[in-house]
């Protein structure tokens, strides 16, 4: 099936597979377009086609293509209405919360389809999912829906509110008041008239500095602080949980008075170059839009399953986004050593510390994430004499409680004695009932967060929406910068001299979080578990490693 954007710019796009899930979605879909009439529907936001016309075919003077919508288009920003995780998510909770299932989809669609969802809001309706997918490139919403968080979401968002309460939860606020034709893209740069002009010409908007917003951690922190409100079975709210807060953790390290996120997920161009292939000149300070974050994972998702998912990157671009990424996390997020090796009384101990590198916790956000340490003792012919924290081909790691039984988990760890003790840095959730839940909105508080604390991070002082919960709480040296474990390793009568290994692993998406869903029998949970199963063996990836030889 082709699809014709509705724009100057013609884009044939190709979406096959996924048959619409329901009658019902097919009537929500038939029912979309009414909104579209409703009066200024549609003049709020421009879909992205229409700015890579010019911010694209831009590189450094080293050739690096730094083009500001195809670096876009590759990150979890530009695929997150089209996010098969998400979507299997989302139908997984309108499942589990059947009654609320408008305000739900309303509720994820803030900040995963956030251009959609607020014109939708103005003209007096909800946000959907299930209407927009698989998305019709002819209709206005669609288009929105389909192009995420887009370049005129963040260059619209304004300074009110920001870093209260009021702007968290995707609550950030865009000029509504001005007349079409009139609005604004913020930007960091002085822009002259007859620059400001060519593009308000081109697509009614105009470029405009505002320097203190654009660069602020408090615009991420709009969509990036997720309090969510855990429904009982009527879909009444009966608790809040904080699901996702890296800008308060931020806040509360050393980071905050001298890297924002930008700072970090947007690296910043040394030279003067151009920031739009038309009358472009030479700018000081870009800053690439490639947001590399941690999630390879989905991104080779999108990759393998391009078609399906109506992916817009082309493979080869795709390709170095899931190389950037994978090359971040092994520079940019953790360090490791082994220390105080000693052999005694049949058994080789060893210190291992991890550092945390990042701006928050590591891992952080999405509490799918986990990060754990796979430490190896081998003897004098490198056979492994002990093991724990193996990564198996199916995505489960070798000993870990909750991957073998979902009620159950790994506590947090001061020494490590046996294999099927595992150090696993992560936050695990629990319902009203008690029981240990992947449900983000049967979640009421955390049984376990012993995510690796950001330097400068006290534990002691912290607020209550970034505590750290269960063992770790007490451990000594689980302090603001990272962690410190011991390991007590029998040698099994094998021969020195011996060698200690450490990794520390990551995966965006544990394996519990994933199988969690396989009961869902609709086709969003059941694709995204097929997908997994296809990645699983390349789902996870060594953040640093070191070993000593005694
Ligand atoms: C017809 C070409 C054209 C199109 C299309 C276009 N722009 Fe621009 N844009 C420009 C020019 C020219 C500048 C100024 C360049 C300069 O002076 O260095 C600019 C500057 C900007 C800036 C920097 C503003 C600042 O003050 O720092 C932003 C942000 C921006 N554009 C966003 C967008 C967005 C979002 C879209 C799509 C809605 C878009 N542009 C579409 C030509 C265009
Ligand atoms: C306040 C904004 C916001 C809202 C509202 C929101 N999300 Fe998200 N969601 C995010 C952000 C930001 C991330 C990425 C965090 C990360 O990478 O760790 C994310 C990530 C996810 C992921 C992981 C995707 C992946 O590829 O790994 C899933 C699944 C998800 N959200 C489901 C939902 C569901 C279901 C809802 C509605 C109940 C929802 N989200 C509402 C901001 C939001
Ligand atoms: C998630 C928010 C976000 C999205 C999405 C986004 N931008 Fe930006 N953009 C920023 C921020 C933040 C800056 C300024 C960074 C700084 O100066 O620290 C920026 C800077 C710019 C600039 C100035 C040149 C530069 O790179 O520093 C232009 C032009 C621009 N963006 C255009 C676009 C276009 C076109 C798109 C869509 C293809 C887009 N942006 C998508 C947040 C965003
Ligand atoms: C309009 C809402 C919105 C705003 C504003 C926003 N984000 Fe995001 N961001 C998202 C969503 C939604 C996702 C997750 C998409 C998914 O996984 O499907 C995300 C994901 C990310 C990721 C995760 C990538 C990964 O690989 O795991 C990074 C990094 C990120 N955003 C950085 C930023 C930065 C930096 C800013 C501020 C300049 C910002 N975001 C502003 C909504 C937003
Ligand atoms: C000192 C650098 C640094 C700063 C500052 C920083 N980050 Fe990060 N961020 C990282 C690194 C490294 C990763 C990859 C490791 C990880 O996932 O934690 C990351 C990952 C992320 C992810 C993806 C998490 C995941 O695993 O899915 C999100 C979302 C994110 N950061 C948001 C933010 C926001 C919002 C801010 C500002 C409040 C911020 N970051 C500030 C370095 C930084």
Redesign the pocket.
């Known amino acids: 099936m082709q699809n014709i954007l509705a724009s100057g710019f013609t884009l044939a796009i190709v979406i096959a597979g996924l048959a619409a899930p329901s009658t019902q979605a097919q009537q929500a879909k038939r029912a979309a377009p009414v909104i579209e009439k409703v009066k200024g529907y549609g003049t709020h936001f421009q879909t992205s086609d229409r700015c890579v016309a010019c911010h694209n075919g831009i590189s450094t003077p080293a050739g690096e293509d730094i083009s500001i919508g195809t670096n876009w288009r590759t ?3 530009g ?2 209405g089209r ?1 098969p995780y ?1 979507m299997g998510s989302v139908r997984r909770e309108v499942t589990d919360h059947g009654v609320a299932s408008q305000a739900i989809q309303d509720e994820c669609t803030i ?2 389809m ?1 251009m959609m969802r607020y014109e939708a809001k103005l003209a007096g309706g909800k946000g959907e999912v299930f209407a927009h997918l698989p998305p019709d490139l002819s209709k206005r919403s669609d288009q929105y829906a389909d192009d995420g ?1 887009s370049c005129s ?2 260059h619209q ?1 304004t300074s009110e509110g920001l870093g209260t309460r009021a702007s968290y939860v ?1 609550g ?1 606020k865009i000029d509504e008041k001005t007349k079409p034709g009139e609005r604004h893209e913020y930007g960091p740069f002085d822009i002259d008239k007859g620059h400001t002009r060519i593009m308000r010409t081109s697509v009614s908007f105009e470029p405009s500095q505002e320097k203190k917003t654009i660069q602020s951690s408090e ?2 922190a ?3 602080t997720l309090l969510t409100s855990a429904l009982d079975a009527e879909g009444k709210s009966i608790g809040e949980l904080p699901e996702q807060v890296p800008y308060q953790e931020w806040e509360h390290s050393e980071y905050k008075d001298t890297r924002s ?2 700072a970090c ?2 690296p910043r161009v040394k030279e003067e170059v151009p920031i739009t292939s038309v009358f472009g000149e030479p700018r000081d300070g870009f800053s690439r839009h490639t ?5 390879f994972f ?1 991104q080779r998702i999108l990759n393998r399953f391009r078609t399906e998912l109506g992916v817009q990157a082309q493979p080869n671009e795709m390709d170095a986004a899931i190389e950037r ?1 994978i090359t971040h996390l092994q520079s940019e997020a953790a360090k490791v050593t082994v220390k105080n090796v000693e052999i005694q009384g049949g058994r080789v101990s060893a210190d291992v510390s991890v550092e945390n590198l990042g701006g928050h916790k590591l891992p952080t956000a999405y509490p799918s994430r986990r990060v754990w340490l796979h430490v190896t003792l081998r003897d004098r012919d490198g056979k492994a004499v002990f093991e724990s924290g193996h990564l198996n081909p199916d995505g489960s790691i070798t000993g870990n409680d909750n991957d073998a039984d979902a009620n159950k988990f790994e506590p947090h760890y001061t020494e490590i004695t046996r294999p099927d003790q595992i150090q696993i840095y992560e936050d695990v959730m629990a319902g009203a009932d008690g029981s240990v839940t992947t449900g983000l909105l049967t979640a009421i508080r955390f049984i376990k967060d012993n995510r690796l604390l950001p330097h400068g991070f006290d534990k002691t002082s912290a607020a209550p929406d970034v505590a750290v919960h269960g063992e770790a709480e007490k451990d000594p040296d689980f302090v603001g910068g990272g962690d410190t474990v011991r390991y007590s390793m029998p040698t099994g009568g094998a021969q020195g001299a011996f060698t200690v290994e450490a990794e520390v692993w990551y995966q ?1 998406v544990g394996y519990r979080w994933a199988m969690n869903l396989r009961k869902y029998e609709a086709p969003e949970p059941q694709r995204f578990v097929r997908y997994f199963e296809a990645i699983s063996p390349a789902s996870a990836v060594v953040l640093a490693r070191a070993s000593v030889s005694r």
């Open positions: 990150s979890m920003m695929n997150s996010d998400w900040c995963h956030p968080v979401v963040c968002i995707g950030f615009l991420c709009t969509c990036h996120c930008q997920h947007m947001f590399v974050g941690g999630n989905m990424t965006p």
